[in-house]
């Protein structure tokens, strides 16, 4: 991941004359560039590629697509069309993604017939992912149904369509499903059916899970997992549980303070959040709109004035509340 190493050897190979006559290279230093999200510059040395392969032209599309720039691939898929270069199953994929990326469900149904066309359906799961992520739960059901082979990705792609648009049932049904076929389910697994649990408030399932994922040491492991965890219990009511949970994890972001301290706070343990509050300080971990957000609302409730005062003082030193308005405001009720 160095930049800066990268753009010496690209200076290099064009000091050397090798940009002009090495298709691989070029396709290589465009996957660099868009893989730091620069795709600007990938884009400059694609064009400097005499004749563009097929390979190019994918890294090219796979760059825009992963950097959400959906509209950009297609743009690139006709003009490699034009130049009349027959995309692969690779070139479909990554276009997929594209769609999905922008909710482009015209065009994912143009390349679904050229894959039938071409006898390519059922080779990948990036069409049931687009349909999810479309909102075509029933479409994505049916081309998951037509693949001969399903695998953890594949159950993933499934679920995580289902969590996405509220049907939780559905999600729930899914992972029994998989499992009777003896599919295993990973970290992302879990972490959906965590969320459908949290929202269906399914305690003795999460519990159970809990349970799985300690057995397989996946906590020690998966940051998101653990915060997943922490927030299925606090959204459960189990407080204590959600603190050793949290406790458990090697490492914690924002993200896990922030579903600790604001389940402390919704459940009228004001004291525990703000306790939180000053262990994350002491991490050197600085609060985000949420955190600050909440932690005021709490100082208000019991009426402590001398941390709230703290606080605006920490606040301060981090933030310019003339471009945030959500933690002034909780300043002036705080204060109010």
């Known amino acids: 991941k160095s930049l800066s190493i990268g753009e010496f050897i690209h200076f290099e190979a064009r000091k050397h004359g090798l940009l002009d006559r ?78 999905s990326v922008i909710g482009s469900l015209d065009i994912g149904e143009e390349i679904r017939a050229k894959i039938c066309n071409l006898g390519l359906l059922g080779k990948d799961t990036t069409l049931v992912d687009m349909y999810a992520k479309c909102g075509e739960l029933a479409r994505a059901q049916e081309v998951f149904d037509e693949l001969p082979k399903r695998n953890v990705v594949t159950w993933n792609t499934l679920i995580s369509g289902y969590i996405h648009h509220g049907l939780d049932d559905k999600a729930l049904k899914c992972y029994k499903l998989m499992q009777d076929e003896g599919c295993s389910p990973n970290a992302v697994t879990f972490i959906c059916i965590l969320k459908a ?44 549980k959600a603190q050793n949970v949290f406790n458990e994890l090697p490492k914690r972001n924002i993200v896990t303070w ?50 709230g005062e703290e606080i605006h003082a920490e606040i301060s030193k981090h933030v310019s509340l003339e471009r945030d308005i959500l933690i002034g405001t909780a300043l002036v009720d705080m204060y109010s």
């Not at 465009?30 to 563009?52: E, L, N, P, T, W």
């Not at 390979?55 to 743009?75: K, S």
């Not at 509050?277 to 409730?301: H, N, Q, V, W, Y």
């Open 22 to 99: 090495d298709v691989i290279l070029c396709t290589t230093l465009v996957d660099m560039y868009a893989k730091f999200g620069m795709m600007r510059k990938a884009q400059d040395v694609f064009d400097g590629i005499q004749v563009a392969d097929v390979v190019a032209w994918n890294t090219l599309i796979n760059g825009y697509a992963q950097n959400g720039l959906g509209h950009e691939a297609l743009n690139c898929l006709r003009q490699m069309e034009g130049k009349s270069i027959s995309p692969n199953i690779v070139t479909f994929i990554c276009t997929l993604k594209a769609c």
């Open 258 to 307: 922030t579903a600790l301290i604001t389940g402390y706070v919704q459940h009228g343990l004001v004291n525990d959040a703000l306790d939180c509050f000053r262990k994350m300080l002491l991490e050197g971990i600085f609060p985000d709109s949420i955190i600050l957000t909440c932690i005021l609302k709490a100082c208000s409730t019991i009426g402590s004035l001398q941390m």
């Open 197 to 240: 649990i949290s929202r269906m408030g399914l305690l003795e399932m999460g519990e159970e899970i809990h349970a799985h994922v300690s057995e397989r040491g996946l906590l020690q492991k998966d940051i998101v997992l653990g915060t997943t965890l922490v927030d299925m219990y606090v959204k459960c009511g189990l407080l204590n």
